[in-house]
């Protein structure tokens, strides 16, 4: 991968360096954060987008944040970091990733502070800093492992079909639903890739098509509605896509048309895959009907690029996300085992071995 999707530079008073991806493929340009309120405005616009991506993000947020703290004691560092996690928490509903970053940051910290009550902020923020690293290297670990557990899945001269951009701009490695693509790739297998457009933001059209083509990869775009004539047409032989929080029962939120593809896939005999690290699973939720669905504004539907599409005053319905349900999927790849058997049980002892 030639490009970094989001870095760190420099220490505890460093910056957050972010690929801008409302501007692929058009332009690449970078955000610099230095404070945790461009970060914020850049997860909340998609900026910086995708639930691993999001979930390093936000670590890497709180360093930001804590760049404030420098002159406070350790116990109102602590309310400090809280807060700032919870600002960074009201940034996207959906991608577990997020809160589960945030969770480790400040399990890290009040550990830290309980073991060295003594110790200067800057240790602390040492401390929370390394953590964000941390957390940004097993993304990568995670996502490689993936793209080792997936690559038997593409056998030679297979058509593959993907949603959405679950690829190297979705997470801080190669990506998760993109990983077993790149594995194949390494390899030497020869395969082909189908992108959904993914209205109406177009991750697959800009993002995924501009990640998979520039790597040589043989890609080909369509629309939406377009994926079902072409399974019915025999041309394609499987689907991996990612997921922003997968439920106990292994109900998988992703994003919105993934469920519509998952039925199709069904009724044309196709396996549908979820790629997707253990940190995505949320095994507090017996099902996916409890996952938090983010709506988005209404301009995202009722304009394409500048230009207005829908008359003036009709309502807009625009999920970001929808849940597939267990039922529809073959298998879930993670980093650390393919689950074929989606159970609450197996899932529990999957995600147990990854975290
Ligand atoms: O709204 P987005 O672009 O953040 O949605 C991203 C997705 O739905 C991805 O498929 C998911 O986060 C997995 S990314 C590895």
Known sequence: MKFQTLHWQGGIDGQ?????????????????????????????????????????????????????????????AIVHLNKGADYLSSSRPTAVNLFWALERIKNTANEFVRRNPEASCDKLRECILSEAKKIDSQDKQMCNNIGHNGLELIKPNSKILTHCNAGA???????????PMYAAQRAGVNFKVYVDETRPLLQGAR????????????????????????????????????????????????????????????????PFYVAAPTSTFDLSLENGTLIPIEQRSGLEVSCFSETQTVPDGVDIFNPAFDVTPAANITAIITESALIEDISKKEIARVVDLGL
Request: glycine content about 10%; proline content about 1%.
């Open 207 to 270: 993002l995924t098509s501009w990640e998979l083509s520039r790597s040589g990869i043989d890609t080909t775009v369509l629309c939406d509605n377009m994926a079902g004539w072409l399974m019915s047409k025999g041309e394609i032989d499987l689907i991996i896509v990612g997921a922003d929080r997968i439920a106990a029962n292994g109900d998988t939120a992703n994003k919105i048309g993934t469920y519509s593809l998952s039925v199709l896939a069904k009724h044309h005999n196709i």
């Open 169 to 179: 701009l979705a997470t801080a490695g190669v990506g998760t639903a993109l990983a």
């Open 16 to 76: 957050l360096i972010l690929i801008d991806q409302r501007r692929l493929p058009n332009e690449f340009s970078e955000i610099v954060c230095s404070d945790i309120e461009t970060l914020y405005d850049s997860i909340k616009t998609l900026a910086l987008r995708g639930a691993p991506a999001i979930g390093v993000g936000a670590a890497y947020g709180v360093c930001l944040h804590m760049k404030g703290a420098a002159a406070l004691s350790l116990q109102e």
